[in-house]
């Protein structure tokens, strides 16, 4: 067998991938660590926007922690991220509004950086681990794994063999594919039976003023419905865009930046399928690619107002008196209950109009509710370990194997994988 090129190649130089390098690299300095990206940065949630959340369980997937094990790695992660922790005013006064209606209202450790702001946040992370030897391969991208009696490696675009005596695979949501396909071809089983769907909602920060006291205020809604990742300051709904089809997500400006007084969130739905329907994954093409379809190859956009009245919006209509804020991210305006199955659409509604009580002033006609917003992160192999390894001598983590659904809790899924691999060799 030809000798291996590295100890350890980690896909991905996402907060999973670099929690693993920095807890391999700090704990073992003599390792050759090679990390590779098919991006020039790493492109997910640390690049944009990138909120810290450092409360289990957020950003955690519950199935593969616990409380206990989350606490432990959190105050690791916190000490190479350095956090800003932000702080939070009239949560009681909120949390009581909330418990009246079933509501529960979260007190979330968060830090925020902001996406004009977390390049730098992300060079001086590349730059500690090149300090400590750590190699870096960007812009290149992993087309298979293997872990046989030939060996274990990865196989690059262009056809070159890499070989290392461990692999860590961490390539996010965007290597959702890559990893299934990986997955079906190193024959380790996998399932894949949750999804969230739901919308992004966008107003006024009048109309949402508890971002002046909590900053991500995190909701859990009867039905399995949840607030997620708020923005404001200078804050924006961004596409996501997928092979087929856009998805809308948001971001915000660090404080540095001028505010834009918007405001916007996601309200989601957790999906639990059962056979005979079984894919997360195939569940949220189909309806992404229904919702682009209407939308003319774009989401689409709904005033509240309008949607109360049962009409749809229009280009024509959704500037009239009421709607005193132009979307910052103008999609196809149009009816939102054609595309959006009707059972998630009456749990987000129901949530709406709590979440209206608790924080009055979120129903205005003018605010936008944007769709679709799909989270597809649920490919769960079946660990061998809890160390989230899959094979002899590969680990799979991060948001593309199901074991975290945030930054802070894909970096401690990155250093349980390190841990696996310290305590083998
Ligand atoms: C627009 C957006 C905003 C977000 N904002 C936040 C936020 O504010 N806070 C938060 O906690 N979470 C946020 N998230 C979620 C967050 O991105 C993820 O939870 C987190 O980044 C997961 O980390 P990861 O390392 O598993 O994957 P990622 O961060 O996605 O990193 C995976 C890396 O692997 C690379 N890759 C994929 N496939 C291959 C391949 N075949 N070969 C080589 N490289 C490959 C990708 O280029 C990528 O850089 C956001 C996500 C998005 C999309």
Redesign the pocket.
């Known amino acids: 067998m030809p000798a291996p090129d590295y100890d350890i190649i980690i ?7 670099l929690g693993a390098a920095f807890q391999l690299s700090e704990s073992s300095p003599s390792l050759s660590i090679l990390m ?4 020039r940065i ?5 690049l ?6 450092y409360t289990y369980p957020i ?1 955690f997937a519950a199935d593969n922690w616990t409380s206990e094990e989350a606490k432990r790695l959190l105050p690791m992660v916190e000490s190479v991220l350095q956090p800003a922790i932000k702080e939070k005013h009239n949560l009681e006064v909120y949390r009581r509004r909330a418990e009246r209606l079933g509501v529960t209202l979260l007190d979330v450790r968060q830090a925020h950086v902001g996406t004009d702001r977390s390049r730098v946040l992300i060079q001086r992370l590349l730059d500690e681990l090149a300090g400590r030897g750590v190699q870096f391969m960007l812009e290149r ?2 087309t298979d794994i293997f872990d046989d009696a030939g060996g274990t490696g990865v196989i690059i675009s262009g056809g070159e063999t890499l070989r290392a005596r461990k692999v860590i695979v ?6 959702f594919s ?1 990893l299934q396909q990986a997955m079906e071809r190193m024959g380790i089983t996998y399932i894949d039976n949750v999804v969230d769907v739901g919308v992004r909602i966008e107003t006024r920060l009048d109309n949402y003023p508890i971002v002046n006291d909590y900053y991500d205020p995190k909701f859990h809604f009867p039905d399995g419905v949840r607030t997620f ?1 708020t923005n404001s300051g200078h804050a924006r709904v ?1 596409l ?1 865009r997928y092979q087929g089809f856009s998805l809308v ?1 948001g ?1 915000a400006l660090s404080e540095d930046q001028a505010g834009n007084d918007l405001v916007n969130f996601a309200l989601l739905k957790t999906i639990g399928l059962k056979a005979p329907v079984r894919s997360g994954q195939q569940m949220a093409v189909f309806l992404a690619t229904l919702a682009n379809e209407i939308g003319g190859g774009k989401p689409l956009m709904q005033r509240v107002g309008d949607f109360r009245m049962g009409k749809r919006s229009t280009a024509g209509t959704f500037n009239e008196d009421l709607y005193n804020f132009p979307p910052s991210c103008p999609v196809t305006a149009g009816d939102l209950g054609l595309a959006v199955p009707a059972k998630i659409m009456r749990h987000i509604w129901s949530a709406m109009k709590k979440l209206d009580t608790i924080v009055p002033g979120v129903l205005h006609p003018s605010t936008i509710m944007y769709y679709p917003e799909i989270k597809m992160y649920a490919n769960k192999p079946a660990f061998l370990d809890r160390h989230f390894r899959v094979s002899e001598n590969v680990y799979m983590v ?3 194997a199901g074991t ?5 809790g ?1 970096w401690a899924s990155g250093i349980r994988a390190a841990e696996g691999i310290l305590q083998r060799s």
């Open positions: 896909v991905g130089t996402g907060p999973a991938g590779i990206d098919r991006e790493c492109s997910g949630g640390l944009n926007d990138c909120k810290q959340n950003g991208e992993v961490a390539p996010g949501r965007k290597g890559f990742c961004v996501e997500n971001h991060g948001d593309g975290s659904r945030g930054i802070t894909a």
